[in-house]
Nanobody, 116 residues
Framework: QVQLVESGGGLVQAGGSLRLSCAAS?????MGWFRQAPGKERDFVAQ????????TYADSVKGRFTISRDSAKNTVYLQMNSLKPEDTAVYYC????????????WGRGTQVTVSS
């Protein structure tokens, strides 16, 4: 089992920044961030491999969001800059226990609201 706890969400104006954190009870090969807006499906945002720090981003956030990890703290971050109202969603941290497998562990989510 892997426990994931997100923090750092909140209300911000368009163009602003937020940093989300995800504290993991233990490391898994891949960690990711997803988001779900009201009435929409949960979408992939970004992921990072723990060992080599290889990152992947959704096209909608490339150049604005940065995913990173702190091995000493078993924590993954999502730095979000130039936020837009369409970034409003609940953001979820997820863990993939096997490289190339599924995201089997999820946090409870943190709300991000971007006002125009």
């Amino acid at each position: 089992q892997v426990q994931l706890v997100e923090s750092g969400g909140g209300l911000v104006q368009a163009g602003g920044s937020l940093r989300l954190s995800c504290a993991a009870s233990k490391r898994t090969p891949v960690m990711g961030w997803f988001r779900q807006a009201p009435g929409k499906e949960r979408d992939f945002v970004a992921q990072i491999t723990w060992s080599r720090g290889i990152t992947t981003y959704a096209d909608s956030v490339k150049g604005r969001f940065t995913i990173s990890r702190d091995s000493a703290k078993n924590t993954v971050y999502l730095q979000m800059n130039s936020l837009k109202p369409e970034d409003t969603a609940v953001y979820y941290c997820a863990a993939q226990p096997c490289m190339g497998g599924s995201y089997n562990y999820w946090g409870r989510g943190t709300q991000v609201t971007v006002s125009s």
